[in-house]
T-cell receptor, first 114, second 114 residues
Framework: GAGVSQSPSNKVTEKGKDVELRCDPISGHTALYWYRQSLGQGLEFLIYFQGNSAPDKSGLPSDRFSAERTGGSVSTLTIQRTQQEDSAVYLC????????????FGEGSRLTVL | AQSVTQPDIHITVSEGASLELRCNYSYGATPYLFWYVQSPGQGLQLLLKYFSGDTLVQGIKGFEAEFKRSQSSFNLRKPSVHWSDAAEYFCAVGGSGNTGKLIFGQGTTLQVKP
């Protein structure tokens, strides 16, 4: 596609359930990032993937959060045993290379944990 | 600690008036600075970036920003605001080695009066 695609756009789940959020980056972009946007916390870096290198997971808030990127393209962010504080918009971004300085963001997946 | 501060949460300006959005940063290394805009229902879009060189940088949509190292600031300006500029604006800082792992400010919401 022309831009970064994320799904689902909205997800409502019950506390304790697992959720998966998907990101399809721009074709050819080697770097992929996950950010979280929540009230009171603003935009927070979660994780990034660059080519075949080990991902930088330094922003993941707990071990309930994990992400993978298959075949250097699509990425899935998984949140296990969701908590109410996980409610946020999860943004995915990609860039041509991690030094270009321009991230292309998707519209996000809004997660609501009841 | 590394941080970005946007002192103004909300700003309202009249259409045609000039605009300045403030951004101050704290970063231990040479900062790479960015301004992103988020319009309702859309992903974040890069307005402009500063890596090095001329401290006055031009961006898209008629925006410019000036890097002032002595003041640790990177303020965004536009000479004449249009109604379509109403959006949320984010200042961000990163470093060399990974300019996509960004620290964002809390954002400034711009309202434009007709």
């Amino acid at each position: 596609g022309a831009g970064v695609s994320q799904s689902p756009s909205n997800k409502v789940t019950e506390k304790g359930k697992d959720v998966e959020l998907r990101c399809d980056p721009i074709s050819g972009h080697t770097a992929l990032y996950w950010y979280r946007q929540s009230l009171g916390q603003g935009l927070e870096f979660l994780i990034y993937f660059q080519g075949n290198s080990a991902p930088d997971k330094s922003g993941l808030p707990s071990d309930r959060f994990s992400a993978e990127r298959t075949g250097g393209s699509v990425s899935t962010l998984t949140i296990q045993r969701t908590q109410q504080e996980d409610s946020a918009v999860y943004l995915c971004a990609s860039s041509l290379a991690f030094e270009t300085g321009e991230l292309f963001f998707g519209e996000g997946s809004r997660l609501t944990v009841l | 600690a590394q941080s970005v501060t946007q002192p103004d949460i909300h700003i309202t300006v009249s259409e045609g008036a000039s605009l300045e959005l403030r951004c101050n940063y704290s970063y231990g290394a040479t900062p790479y600075l960015f301004w992103y805009v988020q319009s309702p229902g859309q992903g974040l879009q890069l307005l402009l970036k500063y890596f090095s060189g001329d401290t006055l940088v031009q961006g898209i949509k008629g925006f410019e920003a000036e890097f002032k190292r002595s003041q640790s600031s990177f303020n965004l300006r536009k000479p004449s605001v249009h109604w379509s500029d109403a959006a949320e604006y984010f200042c961000a800082v990163g470093g060399s080695g990974n300019t996509g792992k960004l620290i964002f400010g809390q954002g400034t919401t711009l309202q434009v009066k007709p």
